[in-house]
T-cell receptor, first 115, second 111 residues
Framework: GAGVSQTPSNKVTEKGKYVELRCDPI?????LYWYRQSLGQGPEFLIYFQGTGAADDSGLPNDRFFAVRPEGSVSTLKIQRTERGDSAVYLCASSFGQVGNTEAFFGQGTRLTVV | DAKTTQPNSMESNEEEPVHLPCNHS???????IHWYRQLPSQGPEYVIH???SNVNNRMASLAIAEDRKSSTLILHRATLRDAAVYYCIPHGSSNTGKLIFGQGTTLQVKP
């Protein structure tokens, strides 16, 4: 079956612009995660959804970052007034079942470049 | 959140076994121990997880210490395709279910 799909795969935007990154999780997966990864670093947690609600958004760096999952499937990560420091690979993952005792499936990521 | 300590890098020869250690001395009693790996230019990939008993799957084996303060990921015969960054992650309700990645261990496999 289809895995986790992220679009676009690459996004170049100008400083100050607004961007939306989309994640299509595996069908039926209740948990959805967003991460960002800078070169040479491990993925940095941003936000985690269980169903439609954000179970933990403690990783969002500031109020320019926002994520939604209105119907409990597709999620959109929104970044306002982008800055050059936002340039990174943004990863999405999904999982099903009991917290801890289930594997997460990751997408290939969206590479965001702010110029 | 439970903290983990892994060596920054390790080397192995192709077709030899590899033992990747992880220290997680502050792990909660209900947290599972997960391992993921990330190949170059790819998203992370699940490898294996366990709670208390040792676990085996087609990719690897996971040996968990009796006190659960450490674990070892075992690749029985390393291939060039196993060259990746390997992450050990305590995962469970103690950290609200989120996966927290550290720096991981970069495994180099030599032909």
């Amino acid at each position: 079956g289809a895995g986790v799909s992220q679009t676009p795969s690459n996004k170049v935007t100008e400083k100050g612009k607004y961007v939306e990154l989309r994640c299509d999780p595996i069908s039926g997966h209740t948990a959805l995660y967003w991460y960002r990864q800078s070169l040479g670093q491990g993925p940095e947690f941003l936000i985690y959804f269980q169903g439609t609600g954000a179970a933990d958004d403690s990783g969002l760096p500031n109020d320019r970052f926002f994520a939604v999952r209105p119907e409990g499937s597709v999620s959109t990560l929104k970044i306002q007034r982008t800055e050059r420091g936002d340039s990174a690979v943004y990863l999405c993952a999904s999982s099903f079942g009991q917290v801890g005792n289930t594997e997460a499936f990751f997408g290939q990521g969206t590479r965001l470049t702010v110029v | 959140d439970a903290k983990t300590t892994q060596p920054n890098s390790m080397e192995s020869n192709e077709e030899e076994p590899v033992h990747l250690p992880c220290n997680h001395s502050t792990i909660s009693g209900t947290d599972y121990i997960h391992w993921y790996r990330q190949l170059p230019s790819q998203g992370p990939e699940y490898v294996i997880h366990g709670l208390t008993s040792n676990v085996n799957n087609r990719m690897a084996s996971l040996a968990i210490a009796e006190d659960r303060k450490s674990s070892t990921l075992i690749l029985h015969r390393a291939t060039l395709r196993d060259a990746a960054v390997y992450y050990c992650i305590p995962h469970g309700s103690s950290n609200t279910g989120k996966l927290i990645f550290g720096q991981g261990t970069t495994l180099q496999v030599k032909p």
